[in-house]
C-alpha cells in the first residue's frame, strides 16, 4: 500500500487566495482525519470523517475553513480567502476504526503539506 | 472524555543514556494507547501501541512502554539513546469512537 497520500507537499500562495489541500487515505481505511502544526499551538485536530461523514468539525478554526470528503478514497481541505496565520503544515491521517480490536484506531499519517501564505 | 498530558515537553540526554519520556492519561473507557515519533519536516510514524494484551510493549527502534492503569500512566523508555532519536514524541489516547487525543508533545535531544 502506498499509505496516506497528500498533495501538493509544499504550497506557497498570497493572502486572499484560495487554496485546496487533497488527501487519499488508505484503502479500506473509514476514519480520516485533518490536522494542522505549528510551532505556537502543536498539533491540532481539525476535523474528522468516518464513512465520508463529518463527524466532529470543532477544531475548525473558522468558516473560511471547510472539508469535504465526497467518497471513500479522497479528501479536500479548502481555505478562502487564506491569511498568513493560515501558514502551518497540514497532515492527514486514516484509521481503521470500529468497536474494539487490537488493530484499531491507529493512524497513518501522510507526509504533510507545507502552507505558507504571504 | 479523555486527555492524555506529557509531563516533561523537553527531555535532554547523552547518547548512550537511558531515555524516559512520561505520559499520563484519562480516559471513561478502555483505552488504546499509542506513541508517535516525528523527525523534523516529517510526518508522524508509530513507534508503538497497546491495545489491551500485553502491559509492556515493544516498538521499533528499541522503545518500549509499559501501561499502569493503577497510575494512569504509559511512560515510553529506551534502554541506550542514539542520536538518531533526536525528535519529537507524542502520547495518544484512543477509544473505540474512533477519536484520538494527542499529547502536547517531549522534544528529545540526545548529546553527543
Known amino acids: 500500500d502506498a499509505g496516506v497520500i497528500q498533495s501538493p507537499r509544499h504550497e506557497v500562495t498570497e493572502m486572499g487566495q484560495e487554496v485546496t489541500l487533497r488527501c487519499k487515505p488508505i484503502?479500506?481505511?473509514?476514519?480520516l482525519f485533518w490536522y494542522r502544526q505549528t510551532m505556537m499551538r502543536g498539533l491540532e485536530l481539525l476535523i474528522y470523517?468516518?464513512?465520508?461523514?463529518?463527524?466532529?468539525d470543532s477544531g475548525m478554526p473558522e468558516d473560511r475553513f471547510s472539508a469535504k470528503m465526497p467518497n471513500a478514497s479522497f479528501s479536500t481541505l479548502k481555505i478562502q480567502p487564506s491569511e498568513p496565520r493560515d501558514s502551518a503544515v497540514y497532515f492527514c491521517?486514516?484509521?481503521?476504526?470500529?468497536?474494539?480490536?487490537?488493530?484499531?484506531?491507529?493512524?497513518?499519517f501522510g507526509p504533510g503539506t507545507r502552507l505558507t501564505v504571504l | 472524555a479523555q486527555s492524555v498530558t506529557q509531563l516533561d515537553s523537553h527531555v535532554s540526554v547523552s547518547e548512550g543514556t537511558p531515555v524516559l519520556l512520561r505520559c499520563n492519561y484519562s480516559?471513561?473507557?478502555?483505552?488504546?494507547l499509542f506513541w508517535y515519533v516525528q523527525h523534523p519536516n516529517k510526518g508522524l510514524q508509530l513507534l508503538l501501541k497497546?491495545?489491551?494484551?500485553?502491559?509492556l510493549v515493544k516498538g521499533i527502534n528499541g522503545f518500549e512502554a509499559e501501561f499502569k492503569k493503577s497510575e494512569t500512566s504509559f511512560h515510553l523508555t529506551k534502554p541506550s539513546a542514539h542520536m538518531s532519536d533526536a525528535a519529537e514524541y507524542f502520547c495518544?489516547?484512543?477509544?473505540?469512537?474512533?477519536?484520538?487525543?494527542f499529547g502536547d508533545g517531549t522534544t528529545l535531544t540526545v548529546k553527543p
Open positions: 497497546y491495545t489491551s494484551a500485553a502491559t
Open positions: 491521517a486514516s484509521s481503521l476504526g470500529g468497536a474494539g480490536g487490537s488493530s484499531y484506531n491507529e493512524q497513518f
Open positions: 495518544v489516547v484512543s477509544t473505540n469512537a474512533g477519536k484520538s487525543t
Open positions: 484503502s479500506g481505511h473509514d476514519y
Open positions: 480516559s471513561s473507557y478502555s483505552p488504546s
Open positions: 470523517f468516518n464513512n465520508n461523514v463529518p463527524i466532529d
